[in-house]
């Protein structure tokens, strides 16, 4: 079984990214911000090292040589919850969404600010550690769903949801507050805790949520799109039976 840091513990990050130079800028960065940065060339040694130790959130460049970043964020997640921030050298919008598909938290498109990644690492920290003081709100239930903040676990008609960090925030959220409209920008404040950032990000992962929630993920009846708005939670419709 592989260490894991405690939380009161510097945080440990792990880069993986084959460019030398690109690392060496990124593990440097960091640890002048305070953390302890470790650098993987490859998937492979990336997944062999989580595995010896794992990291508290993983720096993943998205095109690596034999085992891709996709696939390498893929393990991790089978692997244990770690927050993943994905790096790419394209600003497609598809290399975007299909990361955030396959569970990364956050992603930066190559040419990057190093000082921005700090700050999007250190964002994505505070949001994975908020557990811990959040878990007195006690157990969330609505539409056929319970969410349990101390133990981060989420149920639907009783069977475990099998969420991300970012998916198990964000229903969360959705629970404590039903039937209220929230925009993309507002859920990327309270949810993700950012000022900025791409709002795509909000969408790919409401889309997810759906998906795991819904009796018809293209009919949903418990997200609900606010046109103009963003969206709303409205528990009622499950809970009479409405599709």
Do not use: N
């Not at 999007?120 to 903040?149: F, N, T």
């Amino acid at each position: 079984m592989s260490e894991r840091s405690a939380p009161h513990e510097t945080a440990r990050i792990l880069v993986v990214d084959d460019d030398p130079t690109v690392a060496e800028v990124v593990t440097g960065y960091l640890e002048r911000a305070g953390f302890i940065a470790e650098h993987a060339a490859d998937g492979v040694d990336a997944l062999r090292r989580a595995g010896e130790r794992w990291p508290d959130l993983v720096v993943l460049d998205l095109m690596l040589p034999g085992l891709d970043g996709l696939e390498v964020c893929r393990r991790l997640r089978t692997a244990g919850p770690v927050p993943v921030i994905m790096l790419t050298a394209r600003g497609d919008e598809e290399d975007r969404v299909t990361g955030l598909e396959v569970g990364a938290d956050d992603y930066v498109t190559k040419p990057f600010s190093p000082r921005e990644l700090v700050l999007r690492v250190g964002s994505v920290l505070r949001r994975s550690r908020a557990a811990l003081p959040e878990a007195h709100r006690g157990v969330l239930r609505a539409g056929g769903l319970s969410v349990d903040p101390a133990t981060r676990r989420a149920t639907r008609h009783g069977g475990e949801l099998a969420l991300t960090l970012r998916e198990f925030d964000l229903l969360a959220y959705f629970l404590e507050h039903p039937g209220a409209a929230h925009s993309r920008e507002e859920l990327m404040r309270r949810v993700w805790g950012w000022d900025f950032g791409d709002l795509s990000t909000v969408t790919v992962h409401v889309r997810r949520l759906r998906a795991k929630i819904e009796d018809d993920p293209a009919r949903p009846s418990l997200i609900q799109t606010v046109w103009g708005v963003g969206y709303r939670f409205e528990p009622a419709h499950a809970e009479g039976g409405t599709a």
